[in-house]
């Protein structure tokens, strides 16, 4: 394993190049009032495309759901939804990576947070907040925390996660030799397709400055 991380550290900074991706919407107004339409509702979130968490070690997920709330919200920045679950792969389709199968131990609730609202597109600007897990690949163990910026489309439902290098740590590392260390910046990317729980119903999030 250890002669694997060091192969792999050749590549690795390639590979971060190649995942680590944000995305911002058309120019956007700071808002004051978030209305979540409905609201309080419980919802439900599946992967649309693959989960990408790089941490110069790229690893997939072809599988990732999530469970939480979603309500409207007074501030800037405002939660807007509470991620009380989220599970990365699943025992038939595990995330991968070029070190192994890879897994994930999140600890929620994480928050989804609204600070942009651009009305002519729908779109909400913000972040995932409170992002905690433990991710294990063979002998390396390592912890990671922070926050991924990303936008919510009220056409689509579509939470697309697209963090920049630096909004999530690495807090601890073990076995991992110098591939991954507390140096290290992860990133986070995927997009959830997001319903209330139990219909099609694809919730809304509005901003506005009464």
Do not use: H
């Not at 419980?42 to 649309?48: G, P, R």
């Not at 997939?60 to 979603?70: H, K, R």
Request: aromatic share 6%; glycine share 10%.
């Amino acid at each position: 394993m250890k002669k694997s991380i060091r192969r792999v550290a050749l590549v690795a900074g390639a590979g971060a190049a190649a995942f680590a991706m944000s995305v911002a919407p058309a120019s956007a107004v700071p808002s004051t009032v978030w209305t979540v339409t409905p609201s309080p509702a419980n919802f439900t979130a599946t992967n649309s495309g693959n989960i990408v968490l790089t941490a110069n070690i790229p690893m997939t997920c072809t599988t990732s759901t999530a469970t939480g709330t979603m309500s409207s919200a007074t501030g800037n920045p405002a939660t807007v939804g509470s991620i009380n679950a989220i599970n990365f792969g699943t025992a038939s389709s595990p995330c991968t990576s070029v070190l192994g199968n890879v897994t994930t131990t999140p600890t929620t609730p994480w928050t989804v947070v609204a600070q942009d609202y651009t009305a002519s597109t729908g779109v909400t600007k913000g972040y995932v907040g409170n992002v905690k897990a433990k991710i294990t690949i063979g002998a390396c163990l390592f912890n990671v925390q922070g926050k991924a910026s990303g936008t919510y489309t009220n056409s689509t439902g579509i939470l697309a996660v697209n963090s920049v290098a630096g909004e999530l740590v690495v807090t601890s590392a073990t076995g991992c030799g110098t591939v991954v260390t507390t140096s290290t910046k992860p990133t986070f990317k995927g997009n959830y397709a997001v319903k209330k729980t139990g219909t099609t119903t694809i919730p809304k999030i509005v901003g506005s400055n009464p």
